[in-house]
């Protein structure tokens, strides 16, 4: 028995990379897009997110399977790999970077200007939002990173799952003749291309994830079956996540007269109403923070991460040496200065630069997914499982089959 226990102990001491990969997923994905779903078209699109999750597992797996044999980030395999892969991914990178940092803290300010009872400007909220999630990773590091996630994601999954039992006890909202819209036309495909974009979360992620957990080898040997477990809970909590939130937007605003708002931060604070009016006033305050914890956590491992792939790339790129500790932070500070540059710079239309940013994440996504798939493939003193290399296989036909029919429907091919 005390073996046991001693074993479970060590393994959730080994947590950290896959928490903080699902602190980072859950946020627009969840709180918005799939909220989106379950409200705009009941229990119809939950087997949807099922299998999106299910078809990316491969390639944000492949990103822990490289850094646990190799003891090296998948940002330096693509180097290894080649300097046309490398450099591609540089570029998509810093792009991803700065659109999704300007998109996440955009949400988080507006879901913080939302519940304060005073008010201030959405611009103010940003930056204070912004020196917080400094405050914590330039002070504390990833040891700091690592503790406030893990907070934030047990917070984060009690009060949903609280939420979601009280929706359950108080019954549907939709009558049960009521017939809801069909997901299934292409009018629908620009809503569907955006749930997948971020669901679970983008797909370069999965370098970050290596690079956390480069970070987390440096404090703490892992054993290759302790990484994976890790990487698995994060994942499929992250998955499990997503389907309550599409309970919580098909018990409580499917069938609603009210129509749904489609931007991301009005529909946020439109859940937040909606529960008032359909559990009580005193719920307000628990979505709310569900909401927050959401976007506030998903900030602050989006400027972690990002800022660790840049960094990394510099590196290998030969612009400073590896010992240089003073760069990282450099990195952090002058994206978070890049992704407000962008909210400022598209303050009129906040809206359809969060819709670009997943859009951007699900076309960018194939390419991703191929350079991950490529660099292990072959390439690994562990052979991948044959049931891994089919399903990575079916993961790429399905999305470069969906970025294909998007660009179609987008240029008016299907239209015409």
Known sequence: MQQVVSHWRYRLQSLGPGILMATAAIGGSHLVASTQ?????GWQLLWLILLVNLLKYPFFRFGVQYTLEQNGSLVEGYLRKGRGYFYSFVLLNMLAAV??????LILTAALLQYALPWHLSLTLLCWLILASCLAILLLGHYRALDQVAKLIMLLLTLTTLLAA?????KGAAAPADFQGPSPWQLAMLGFLVALMGWMPAPIEISAISSLWLKAKLRQQPLTWSQGLFDFNLGYWLTAALALVFVALGALVQYSSDQPIALAGAAFAQQLVEMYGQTIGAWAKPLVSLIAF????????????GYARTLHESGRLLGWYRADNRRVLPVCLLLQALAGMALILFFRSALSPMLTFAMTLAFLTTPIFAWLNFSLL?????????????VLSWLGLAYLFGFAVLYLAWYSGVLNS
Do not use: K, Q
């Open 165 to 169: 039992a009280i929706a359950v006890s």
């Open 37 to 41: 779903a379950g409200a705009l078209f």
């Open 377 to 389: 493939r072959g390439n690994l003193a562990r052979p991948l499982a044959p049931w891994l290399t």
């Open 99 to 104: 659109v999704n940092t300007a998109g996440v």
């Open 293 to 304: 914890l959401c976007m506030f956590g998903t900030t602050l491992t989006v400027l972690d």
